[in-house]
């Protein structure tokens, strides 16, 4: 359930937990003038979805002092690489969900495409049918 903001635990602590650790082994990867050279590094699909988690997790339910110290962050720092990742990330995924549409609507007309052959194709054997029982003389079941 909800908690007031600021009263206890997030909901996942484990996935917080991963997201830690996972983020500095992350960094511990890096070289050691990683932060001289920020343009020549990409941020990582991954990363990126497990820092908006980390986040999500440390501002829903989470501790004023944590709150105060993101918002304080926010406000203080002129870095913008991550609302950068933020809007990157909003725009691959709108990319993608139009996509899945555009696909999903070739879909569905391919099926309908099928379907409208196949009754051609079936009225035609009929036709066929009833002209070699006309020309024939006799009728096939």
């Known amino acids: 359930g909800q908690q007031p903001p600021g009263s206890g635990a997030p909901d996942r602590p484990g996935a917080a937990n ?3 650790a996972f983020i500095h082994n992350e960094e511990r990867k890096l070289p050691d003038e990683w932060e ?7 941020v990582k699909s991954q ?3 497990e820092v908006l ?3 999500g997790i440390m501002l829903f339910n ?3 002092k944590v709150q105060e110290s993101m918002l304080k962050y926010f406000l203080h720092t002129k870095e913008e690489v991550f609302f950068y990742a933020v809007r990157n990330r909003m725009q691959m995924s709108t990319a993608n969900i139009k996509e ?8 569905r007309a391919r099926l309908q495409d099928a379907k409208s052959q196949a009754d051609n194709l079936r009225t035609t054997m009929t036709l066929g049918v009833k002209a ?3 020309k024939c003389g006799f009728k096939i079941s």
Request: aromatic share 4%; hydrophobic share 45%.
């Open 132 to 134: 070699l029982q006309v």
């Open 47 to 49: 990363i990126a979805k």
């Open 100 to 107: 899945k549409r555009l696909l999903i609507s070739q879909q």
């Open 62 to 64: 989470a501790n004023e």
């Open 53 to 55: 988690s980390l986040l």
């Open 18 to 20: 991963s997201a830690r």
């Open 36 to 42: 001289v050279r920020m343009s020549e590094f990409r």
